[in-house]
């Protein structure tokens, strides 16, 4: 079975930096397949933040493009989002997930409903 189990997150005043990690097992991440970040606040709806290939090319939100890295270790089957210069309006739960099915960055960003295994999530919360 699938598993993504999440790590990070926390309170930060704003303009600091945090680190969000994401351990997969169970999940075969070869060529065109996707791993990805997402984040949900309350009384919204789930977006994209930035999603990766296992090839390591990247795609990201307009919202947190410069600020945020996403990136990945292989060999340890972990995937990572780096965030700096946060800001209030980044504060969210935010998941990680893989998609079972092959498709680019840019395209994972947009289709959240393909991602089939998601970890539980970890709250980000920006303070101004």
């Known amino acids: 079975q699938v598993r993504l189990v999440q790590s990070g997150g926390g309170s930060v005043q704003s303009g600091g930096s945090l680190r969000l990690s994401c351990a997969a097992s169970g999940y075969t991440y070869n060529s065109g397949r996707c791993m990805g970040w997402f984040r949900q606040a309350p009384g919204k709806e789930r977006e994209g933040v930035a999603a990766?290939?296992?090839?390591?090319?990247?795609s990201y939100a307009d919202s947190v493009k410069g600020r945020f890295t996403i990136s990945q270790d292989n060999a340890k089957n972990t995937l990572y989002l780096q965030m700096t210069s946060l800001k209030p309006e980044d504060s969210a739960m935010y998941y990680c997930a893989a998609a079972p099915a092959r498709m680019t960055p840019f395209q994972a960003l947009g289709v959240m409903g393909r991602f089939g295994y998601w970890g539980q999530g970890t709250q980000v919360t920006v303070s101004s």
């Open positions: 990766i290939d296992s090839d390591g090319t990247t």
